[in-house]
């Protein structure tokens, strides 16, 4: 019974350091609060060591909060790196699926930066006919990447 009220007094007094720390770093509000309530919820399972070393809950509340902020990133860093991973497969797959000129002027257009006029230039054609090839392979990688 001791520890409960012991870790409410904590809870009480380090909510709005903890809160104001995840606000200062995540900014969606929804997540701020969700990784404080964990914050809270890791602090609850080890809350003997506030009896232990009352000298140091000040340190065990930051490395808890500090740790749990770095794990949430961690974990949207790895979310991330795999959906781009993903999405680069699928594009190759569909640029793989468009015919070679269509395919070079979307290469040499958001991949080497080059305008189209200077794609119509490279490949002896004219500047709408770039275009429309570049308009016309847009579309299609759309159509094929969401299948």
């Known amino acids: 019974m001791e520890a409960v ?17 995840i606000r200062n770093r995540v900014s969606n509000p929804i997540e701020a609060k969700s990784l404080c309530d964990i914050v809270f919820q890791k602090l ?10 009352p000298e140091s809950v000040s340190r065990l509340v930051y490395m808890t909060t500090k740790q749990t902020v770095e794990e949430y990133f961690a974990e949207i860093s790895e979310e991330t790196q795999t959906l781009d991973a ?5 594009l190759a797959d569909a640029l793989e699926q ?28 004219s500047y709408a006919e770039t275009e429309l090839l570049n308009k016309e392979a847009l579309d299609r990688l759309q159509k094929l990447i969401e299948l």
């Open 5 to 21: 009220k012991e870790f409410e007094a904590v809870c009480k007094e380090y909510e709005p350091k903890v809160s104001a720390y």
């Open 44 to 53: 609850l399972q080890n809350k003997e060591a506030f009896r232990k070393e």
């Open 86 to 90: 993903k999405s680069l497969d699928r």
């Open 98 to 125: 468009l015919d070679v000129r269509s395919r070079d002027i979307i290469i040499l257009h958001y991949y080497a930066d080059k305008t189209l006029e200077e794609i119509a230039a490279a490949m002896g054609m």
